[in-house]
């Protein structure tokens, strides 16, 4: 038994659960008119109804024993104090300080940090201001229309899904069009359709060789040099986000167009830094600016409220609760707003690349589940697909359903269509459908007793489906920063709990290091004998099927 399973608080909760198990919400409101008025939350701009979760006053308050026993509080303030929370890596854990609006410094080896990331911010301000009024002029004096940004992970995933969520912010003088995927398909699609006089290139990788955004970057470099550009020209159409300097300079990007990135700045966590430059262009600074301020007033809130009043606590601890109590395997994120349909893709590499771990920030084995998987879609269009399987499916899913209150052009019909849409499902998960009801239904359709019955079987749905509702008035850059953030410190909180190492990545290492390998064996610069069988089958299949004809 781990340290965690053995604690007393651990324990309880095992009981609590078991006991509650047949314990169904739709008597639970029955009993307390006022349980939704009870389990609420708001903060930030955003408001949290939990009143659907199969959770009372005394299934949570151990979990808010729980958070206490695991020292949240102090793991909490190591990381906004720059301590070296990444253990395996030894570095400063510090997405915050890219958003901090006050006045405090944020230390890290004895050093302030403010100051560069302030400096940085200047950067992406003065350059987006340059591109927008057209004075960053291409080679041939033409005005920037188009900007490629390229990346991969956090580097793409962030500045993509941020920018399509905020959409209707989007300047109209340029359009950014995002590329990650190492398939040459994507990169030649976004190229042909541009003039190379009036694009430009972002190229966001930390050291500047990462596999997919180096050789993406080189196929964009070929096509300008193809249609009439010259090495000496790159410095006016390609810029960079790395830390890697000598690399970027040597590719022919002028230093002053380098943006810089920190060791204490992971992948996914890494929108608010410099990796943020595309979404600037796309939207406006002032945009931009707009993202960090909502998280910092997340971070603010995590930091200070107690924890029975925070967002991001409460959230993590429900998440503990369906994980590690009821066997939920997955968790679902439901946006019911079209541009918000990215978040879970968004979500699913912040909380599955921080928690999808095995061993504990001691190297010891777990012996408890940890990271769920992440999954979801736009309403309404999986309550025509998968919805059925939360409805009926035999596992628990809890499901985050999202909805903004009012949305830009808005049809009052359509809004209110969704709306409905989205609370109903929620009703639906929680209270189902009992053998008696459907049955009932079926009563004058011309069935005998025995079709009637069976009918009524397949119809039943259990309910008891835990789901939490978050809403806001709409969604600004500054609210879209909030729920960003509290995203980001719920998986924190899980990762506490787990104790887990949250912010090292080593399984995605290895796919890297090995597909550097394997492509060396397609490339005839690797020893057969280096790989497998079945990776040397394939290989050898591969490069059959390319070899020159």
Known sequence: MSTLTSLPQWQALNQIAASMKDAHMRDWFKADPKRAEKMQLEACGIFLDYSKNRVN????GALFDLARACKLDDARDAMFNGEQINSTEGRAVLHTALRNFSDSPVMVDGEDVMPEVRATLDKIRDFTALVHSGEHKGYTGKSVKHIVAIGIGGSFLGPKIMTEALKPHTVETVKVHF??????????????????????????????????????????????????????????HFVAVSSNVKAATEFGIAEDNIFPMWDWVGGRYSLWSAIGLPISLALGFENFKGLL?????????????????????????????????????????????????????????????????????????????????????????????????????????????????????????????????????????????????????????????????????????????????????????????????????????????WNLNSFDQWGVELGKVLGNQVLAGIQGNAEEESFDASTQQLIARFRAANAPK
């Open 57 to 60: 006053e005394h299934a949570l």
């Open 179 to 236: 590329v990650a995927n190492v398939d040459g398909c994507h990169i030649h699609d976004v190229l042909t359709k541009l003039d190379h006089e009036e694009t430009l290139v972002v190229m966001s990788s930390k050291s500047f060789t990462t596999q997919e955004t180096l050789q993406n970057t080189l196929s964009a470099k070929a096509w300008f040099l193809k249609s009439g550009g010259t090495q000496e020209d790159i410095a006016k």
């Open 293 to 497: 301020e909502g998280a910092f007033d997340m971070d603010t809130h995590f930091k200070t409220a107690p924890l029975e009043q925070n967002l991001p606590v409460l959230l993590g601890l429900l998440g503990v609760w369906y994980r590690n109590f009821f066997d939920a395997q997955s968790q679902v994120l439901l946006p019911y707003y079209h541009y918000l349909r990215g978040l879970p893709a968004y979500v699913q590499q912040l909380d599955m690349e921080s928690n999808g771990k095995q061993v504990t920030q001691g190297g010891e084995a777990v012996d408890y589940a940890t990271g769920p998987i992440i999954w979801g879609s736009e309403g309404t269009n999986g309550q025509h697909s998968f919805h059925q399987l939360i409805h009926q499916g035999s596992g628990v899913i809890p499901a985050d359903f999202m909805l903004p209150l009012n949305v830009p052009n808005q049809d009052d019909t359509h809004h209110a269509m969704l709306a409905s849409n989205c609370f109903g499902q929620a009703q639906a998960l929680m209270q189902g459908k009992t053998f008696d009801e459907c049955y009932a239904d079926l009563e004058g359709k011309g069935l005998d007793e025995a079709e009637r019955t069976r009918l009524a079987a397949h119809k039943t749905m259990p309910g008891n489906k835990p789901s939490n509702t978050l809403m806001f008035d709409s969604l600004t850059p500054k609210t879209l920063g909030a729920l960003v953030a509290m995203y980001e410190h719920k998986v924190f909180v899980q990762g506490v709990i």
